[in-house]
């Protein structure tokens, strides 16, 4: 499977902005996908997974504020991103997501958020 993220880019604190994964192959749909964030410097930590069937879960960070969602057709997923702020600036990726949080497949291109105060 390959995994390529978008949607990333600059916004003021308070903005909004929506990310968007595409993955290749035909196991999408059986896997429970999740965004990881990593801040400049920091580990990637997973932030908001959804499961094959739409049951979604979130890190206590941005419970409230982001929204995942996926179309099994299309083979994508996004990340509905609200009242950012400073501390959400990293670099977003997707990937399948097994026991621990752990990813599934490798890493594909990322996608870089910036959010000013």
């Known amino acids: 499977v390959q995994l390529q993220a978008s949607g990333g880019g600059l916004v003021q604190a308070g903005g909004s902005l929506r990310l968007s994964c595409a993955a290749s192959?035909?196991?999408?749909?059986?896997?429970?996908m999740g965004w990881y964030h990593q801040r400049p410097g920091k580990e990637r930590n997973l932030v908001a997974t959804?499961?094959?069937?739409?049951?979604?879960k979130y890190a206590n960070s941005v419970t409230g504020r982001f929204t995942v969602s996926r179309d099994n057709a299309k083979n994508t997923v996004a990340l509905q991103m609200t009242s950012l702020k400073p501390e959400d600036t990293g670099s977003y990726y997707c990937?399948?997501?097994?026991?621990?949080?752990?990813?599934?497949?490798?890493w594909g291109q990322g996608t870089l958020v910036t959010v000013s105060s």
């Open positions: 192959g035909s196991s999408f749909r059986f896997n429970i």
């Open positions: 990937n399948a997501v097994l026991a621990n949080d752990t990813p599934r497949f490798p």
């Open positions: 959804i499961t094959s069937g739409g049951t979604t």
